[in-house]
Every structure is written in C-alpha cells, then in structure tokens.
C-alpha cells in the first residue's frame, strides 16, 4: 500500500504541476482561470461525482443504511479535535483574528480536492461511499461550528445557525450526495441517457480539482512564510496529534476496515480551501489561514505515504 501510495502522491504532483502551469500562463488568467475552475469543480463535477458515486457503489438501501450507522464515529472525533482546539488556543493564548483560522485547521480537513482523489487510488471507487460519511460530518461542521468561530473572531455577531450560514451548509457537493440518497431511498436510478454524462462529468472531478490545488499553490505568497509558534503548532496538531487521534478511535471501533482506514486518512488531510474564503469575509485573519492551507496541502504530499505505511501496520 506505501509503493501505491506514493505513485497515488506522484499522480497528484503531476496534475498539480499542470495546474501551476495553466495559472502561470496569461490566457489562463485573463479568463479567469482559477476562480471559473473553482466554480466548475464545487458547482458541477463534485455534485455529479458525489450523485453518481452514491448511485453506483451504495445503490441499495441495505448498503445505505451499513454507511449511515458509521456517522457517530466521524462525529466523535471531529468533536474532541474542536475541542482539543478551543482548548489549546485557550491555553496557548492565540486571540482573535487568527483564534478560529487555528481551531479550523485542527479540526476540518479537505475532503473533497485531496481526501477522495487519495482513497480512492489506494482503496478503489467502493471508498468513496464509506468517505462521505466523513465529508459530511466535516462539510455541516464547518459551515456552523467552524464558520462561527471565524466570525467571532472579526467581530461579526451570529447565531450559529443563521440563514446565511445554512444556506452555504447546503452545497452543490452536498446536494449532489443528498439527491443520490433520496434516489436510492426510493429505489430509483437515472436513465442511461442522464447516468452516462454524470459519470462521465464526475469523472472530471478528480483531476481537475488537483489541477485546481496546483493553481492555489502557484498563486500562494511564499514571501510570507515565517516560521512561527503558532504555526508549529498548527502542524504538530495537523499531522501528528489529530491523526493519532483518529487512529485511537477507529481501532478500538468494531468496524469494517475499509471504514477504518478511509476515516483515518481523511482525518490527516491537509486544511480546507474554503477557510481562506470563509477568512476573509468573516473579517479573520486571512493571510494566515492562506498560509496554512498551502503549508499544510504542500506537507501532506510527504505525509500521505507515511499514513499509508501506518494504516499497512495497525488498521
């Protein structure tokens, strides 16, 4: 699994290359290239990927039901990560504006552009469905838990679930996998003349949003990077401590070990790309959450080999 693992992280490096390369270039730019392929990817191909995968790998209510009861584990863990992370903010004394940008990365990891495209090269598409019990629970947390806490931190007065943030909870990629569950609920599937382009679209999915990290990486101000305190720390908890955490938990749950290991590595990602959106328009602090999601997204190629190793031995 470690040899898979780093042909999987050299895959990726290809793709991201690729993506580096398009955002370098003047006609990629000036046609708006990475925010039309953000767009593209979180509007249509994850929503596809996500309806499609539901479809085909979980299709039948039994199936369903086998994921839906793994739902307490992710919320488990991602609970004691939030609360490891207000604590040690706390106690760190990290204040405002970058208090939430801390306990953000500690607790939410990028599912959907890293996550999937890793598990599904080790594990095969039946790792997808068993993943988006955990992209779920991370997707609702952070779009009240998480986004709350970005928002106090710029002063911004909320209540957790407020209009705004329910309406941003309901994403395309959620949507996607929320269709795809009523759909198997009442035992339908799409006709061949809409199955075909869906799979074919989220397909897509997987190397366009590497190409997409390659063009967040490009445009990161490196220039920036200083070594700091809290950015060691940040790190340490990132992937070190929440993983092993996550490691804890899963091995002692009587569950499948498919659902072990893809839990665990989903745990290790690197921060969302999102924080860096939610940073700036909370009024948080947005360069340091930038830094992070680039940081983090640059070790985790390192770090992706060495959770497979330990996923080989324990899990």
């Given amino acids: 699994m470690v040899a898979q693992a780093i042909q999987s992280v050299i895959s990726m490096l290809i793709l991201m290359l690729i993506g580096a390369w398009l955002a370098g270039k003047d006609w990629f730019r000036k046609s708006g290239g990475t925010g039309l392929l953000s767009k593209l990817i979180v509007n249509v191909l994850v929503p596809l990927y996500m309806l499609n995968n539901v479809l085909t790998k979980v299709g039948t209510r039994q199936k369903l039901w086998e994921i839906v009861v793994c739902l307490p584990l992710p919320m488990i863990t991602i609970f004691i990560s939030l609360a490891l992370g207000i604590w040690m903010a706390g106690r760190l004394g990290i204040h405002a504006p970058r208090r939430g940008v801390f306990i953000n990365v500690m607790t939410f990891t990028n599912c959907v552009l890293v996550g999937f495209p890793i598990i599904i090269s080790l594990f095969g598409e039946e790792a997808a469905a068993v993943g988006m019990v955990y992209y779920m629970v991370n997707t609702i947390c952070f779009w009240t838990i998480g986004v709350q806490l970005l928002r106090e931190d710029g002063g911004q007065k909320s209540s957790l679930f407020s209009k705004a943030g329910l309406k941003k909870l309901l994403s395309p990629p959620l949507l996607g996998f929320l269709l795809g569950v009523v759909l198997v609920i009442l035992g339908l599937s799409l006709p061949a003349v809409l199955a075909n382009p869906v799979s074919q679209l989220g397909g897509c999915a997987t190397p366009m949003a590497m190409m997409f990290v390659g063009c967040i990486l490009r445009d990161a101000d490196w220039s920036k990077l200083k070594i700091s305190r809290d950015l060691l720390l940040v790190l340490l908890f990132r992937f070190i401590v929440c993983p092993a955490l996550m490691l804890g938990v899963v091995y002692v749950m009587p569950l499948p070990a498919l659902n072990k290991q893809v839990f665990f590595l989903l745990s290790s990602m690197p921060a969302m790309t999102q924080l860096s959106v939610m940073s700036k328009e909370s009024g948080s602090d947005v360069e ?26 324990v899990l």
């Fill in 288 to 313: 340091f959450a930038s830094l992070l999601i680039a940081v983090t997204t640059v070790l985790s190629i390192f770090m992706i080999p060495v959770y497979a190793w330990i996923v080989t031995l």
